[in-house]
């Protein structure tokens, strides 16, 4: 539950979810996403409505790809481990030093997992260096 702007306590519907953040407020301006909400399943309207109404006077400015509800909100779903594969072999195809530094970041445990975030730093890595390399 929360209070909203006008003072009424709302009540939502469970959802199972886990966060990260940092431990107060004045860190996070030093990462593009304070707050990392991890839900189990698919998100109800109903909840994130509530945290959009929540976490509205924190908003920082619209993101590309972000909620219709919510300007300042990202959704989306972690890569599969087959996407992850699939970029980690696309890099080591181009350089086996930056295939390897993905997949160590990627791979634990006997699985490939990463965040969505992270997902596109790597892409990101790639394409700099196809750019660099002329490999356009």
């Known amino acids: 539950q929360y209070v909203d702007d006008f003072g009424n306590i709302i009540k939502i519907n469970r959802t199972e979810f886990c966060y990260k953040t940092y431990p107060n407020a004045s860190q996070w301006g030093v990462r593009e996403d304070p707050i990392t909400i991890y839900f189990k399943g698919n998100i109800n309207d109903e909840t ?43 890099a080591y195809r181009l350089n086996a030093n930056l295939g390897r530094s993905i997949q160590k970041m990627c791979y634990s445990n006997g699985k490939y997992r990463c965040s969505s975030g992270q997902f596109r730093a790597f892409e990101n890595i790639i394409n700099e260096y196809k750019s660099i390399m002329g490999l356009w």
């Open 48 to 90: 994130l409505n509530a945290i959009g109404q929540i976490t509205q006077s924190f908003k920082r400015g619209a993101l590309s790809g972000a909620s219709d509800s919510a300007s300042w909100m990202m959704l989306e779903a972690n890569p599969t481990s087959s996407s992850i594969q699939n970029l980690i072999n696309s």
